[in-house]
């Protein structure tokens, strides 16, 4: 039986709260109505979802691998929605997605000038789920940073990135013009939370060039809290430069690191879609030459 989204929606509210009255408040349903609406999807999946007790609701394994796929196929419920809208308003709209720090208006603006009866949105995008906003449909294209990792993408690449180190600003390494990985072997590296374990290696230099392992510290779920735990000597963090610039803080410094590999930005988007408006937008940055200079 195929899954309802209505009922994937209700087990959702329950999973995040462990609650089924204060799920049902929010949902803005009866309790006895969700309780149903929950027995009756664990009847279509075949297998139980929670463990209900008189003081406790808990997730059995099956409902904890549901929450995990479920936030996406909401994702692309909506994403195909979206596409629909967007195809009936005679396609002239553009999603378009970017990561903090690179800098799109040269080439949205000549698209723009080229294109004015195209309707541009911007939608942020972020580590944790950059590669399935693309793959969805929630963004028709995106300038977003390496490593890709989902097949099924096509890039075309724009520039290179080179690395910074964030450090509290009273490190005693602070004060240096440019480091060597070598020079900040021994600092706790934050971790990203929720990102693919590529782009996790990637940006903590995970392996070092001499295969060692960096020593990890805190979880962070955003910027705020990288320059959060930075600050407070709870590890160091490798960003790309432009990142960097957005945000100066007192009490952190950013120190280009001279041996690291380079970063990469590339223009990105479905493979199995053939869009003219993407196809301008390349056109667009190859008429205003290389971005990030």
Known sequence: ?????????YF????ERLHFGQAAEALHITQPALSRQIRQLEHDVGVDLFVRTSREVTLTPAGEQLLHDAGRLLAASHAARDRA???????RHLTVGFMLGIDTAPA???FAERHPDVIIHLKRLRWKDYDQALLDGRVDVGFVRLPLVPEGLSTMFLYNEPFTVALPADHPLAGKTSLSIDDIADEPV??????DPAWNAFWRIDP????????????VHDIEEIVEYVRAGRGVMFFPSAIASLFPRPHVTYVPVADAPLGGVVLAWDSTRHSPLIAALAEAILETGPLGR
């Open 1 to 9: 039986m195929d899954l309802d989204l209505r009922k994937l929606r």
């Open 12 to 15: 959702i509210a329950v999973a």
């Open 85 to 91: 809208r967007r195809a009936g308003e005679d396609g």
């Open 108 to 110: 949205l603006q000549c």
């Open 190 to 195: 934050l971790h990203y939370a929720d990102a």
């Open 208 to 219: 070092r060039p001499d295969g060692s392992r960096p020593r990890s510290g805190p979880v």
